[in-house]
């Protein structure tokens, strides 16, 4: 039995809120980077450092150390996600024996079409997002990189640490008897203030991640992990994180490495202003309209607490 449009639309509404905010915390960066909410365009991260300096113990006090406020802006855009789904358009097809019976059918959406629609929709809105969290640019024109600038434009805009070690070039390119040695000299890039953090995370192209696998499998290592997952980068401490969201062309890889608390997702998550609606058309009473608006952003705390890889031109 399929559900009528006014439960459908009140089920959508009470789970809109919760859906979104799943989807805004799951996939690539989002998975372990902090998420800040309530940011509705552009809001100031704080963050304090300091220093320990010693001095002689003698009657004559001299305060050394120094503490530093600073601060980072991070600016989320805002998207909306828009469909519309005629469900006429499934007379003809296979899916017109899922309509009910009726004119009144053709105003609903069938419950085995919508359960794999919401699920398929919000799959791909989540990959999406982990792409532009990377690759994101608000000046690549108009498309789905445009909204928000993403890490990579980011860490490439501040004094990142480079971690091409071996200048490697885009001639050269990235391969699996190479790959263990770029990997190895990202790993001793990173700087000594960080290097025994908890936190740690390798973030590489799903082709990168191939390579390294086979690189490890010829090198015949004894310790060697045969799961099909290497959780962390080979003899390190340093999490490896195979994503879809970093160029993966050959020529093209880029790569991160941080401690995930360094890395901030801004969101709004607000109910009033993240929604996802299903409703029938109330002009035309055909059409059933599916939409989502959200805000998102991306920052890093401090940019030479990165390690970077870029091909040399």
């Not at 959508?12 to 805004?24: T, Y």
């Not at 879809?244 to 360094?262: D, H, K, Q, Y």
């Amino acid at each position: 039995m399929a559900f009528s449009l006014g439960t459908l639309s009140a089920y959508i509404e009470d789970q809109d809120f919760p859906l979104i905010a799943q989807m805004q915390a799951t996939g690539g960066l989002a998975e372990v980077a902090d998420i800040q909410t309530g940011i509705k365009g552009s809001s100031n991260l704080q963050f304090l450092s300091t220093d320990v300096v010693f001095g002689s113990d003698s009657c004559t006090r001299t305060g050394a150390d120094t503490t530093a406020l600073t601060q980072r802006t991070i600016t989320v855009g805002a998207i909306a996600v828009s469909e519309d789904l005629c469900i006429k358009d499934l007379n003809g097809y296979w899916a017109q024996v899922l309509v009910k019976k009726g004119a009144a059918g053709e105003e609903e959406m069938p419950s085995e079409i919508e359960a794999v629609y919401m699920e398929k929709k919000m799959n791909a809105m989540k990959n999406q997002l982990t792409i532009s969290d990377f690759q994101g640019d608000t000046l690549s024109g108009v498309n789905n990189l445009s909204y928000y600038d993403g890490l990579l434009k980011i860490v490439d805009a501040g004094a990142a640490v480079d971690g091409n070690t071996g200048a490697v070039t885009v001639a050269t390119g990235i391969s699996s008897s190479n790959v263990l040695d770029i990997l190895d000299g990202m790993w001793e890039s990173i700087p000594d203030n960080i290097s025994e953090a908890d936190d740690l995370s390798l973030f590489v192209p799903t082709s990168v991640y191939k390579k390294y696998v086979v690189a490890l499998k010829n090198a015949n290592l004894f310790h060697y992990s045969g799961d099909g997952e290497q959780v962390n980068l080979y003899g390190t401490n340093v999490a490896l994180r195979s994503t879809v969201g970093l160029p993966g062309a050959a020529g093209t890889e880029r790569m991160i490495l941080t401690r995930n608390s360094n890395v901030v997702i801004g969101c709004d998550g607000d109910q009033e202003e993240d929604q996802m609606k299903v409703r029938l058309d109330p002009v035309t009473e055909k059409n059933i309209f599916f939409d989502v608006t959200f805000k998102r952003g991306v920052q890093v705390r401090f940019v030479d607490e990165v390690v970077e890889f870029t091909l040399v031109p």
